[in-house]
């Protein structure tokens, strides 16, 4: 089966081709006009991808060598994400499902991320751990079975890479704020400031960001400029540190829980080199199974929509014609 995957739920606008057992294509097409604004626009976002959607898709089927006529199946996002920006690849997968004469189907974009590490060769079989943590989600997902999901811990307020962004920029770095605390914490001294780490009481899973990033706020709001601009990257450092930490933390507890031996990560934050380093350490320490992708499975991208269609397509599921967005749409 050749499946196209579409995804554009938030600012790239990505698609790829999965042909039964190997990824063939996957193209990413990253919307630079926002970084002018330190976040994604939606309306610039939408407008881009109507503009990026038809090249992208052309791209991926040139580079997996086929023509649209040899699809047969579209996997698409359908939801979570803007709204606008997710009713750009719905009406496209329908349009060309429809003139190809081929099924499609709405993929939710959560479960997408669940897929990404299954597009490479040897990737998790359930049951497994997946950590999906990016710029709008926080997830620590027990995947018994295909299909068959847990959410065993979510974030009670930011999204990890959404504190990342908004220390940035109070860093006064460049955006998107994780590959550039990353970039600068390897300069900098973790342990310069002891900041809070959130933990609940009832024992739960969930994560919480907005602690942290008011502790931030106020330890730069006792520095001069000076003391700011020369302890920038050890608070870099120290935030990083506490964000990555509790993320190593519960998904540790997860697996031990559970009585798990595989742990997948996800999304954007998962390119994270702290995040990285600990976790193989851990891994090796407590012999479970750590998956990491590369970054281009990482972040959001058309290659797990793709792996993700074809496991329901395959089995003869398809979508209907009416399906509409679900921008809130949950796992
Ligand atoms: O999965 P993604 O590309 O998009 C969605 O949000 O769905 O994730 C983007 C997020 C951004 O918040 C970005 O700052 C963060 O991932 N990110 C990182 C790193 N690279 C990207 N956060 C921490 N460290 C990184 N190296
Ligand atoms: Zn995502």
Redesign the pocket.
Known sequence: MNILGIETS?D?TAAAVWLTDHLASNKIASQEVHANFGGVVPELASRAHVKLILPIIQSALSEANINKQDLDGIAVTYGPGLAGSLLVGLNVAKSMALALKVPYIGINHMEGHLFSNSVLEKGPEPPFISLTI???HTQLVYVKGWGDYKILGKTRDDAA??A??KVAKMLELSY????A??KLAKDGDPEYISLPKAKFKDNSLDFSYSGLKTAVLYHLQNLDSQERHRHKADIAASFQKAAIEVLIENSLKALEEHEIDELALA???A???YLRKHLHQESNRRRFKLYVPPVNL???NGAMIARAGYFYLEKGERSEYTLSPKPSLSL
């Open positions: 938030c790239e990016s710029g709008g890479g959404e990342f962004d998107p704020g994780g590959p605390i990353d999304g954007g934050v390119c994270n080199s990482c972040t959001d």
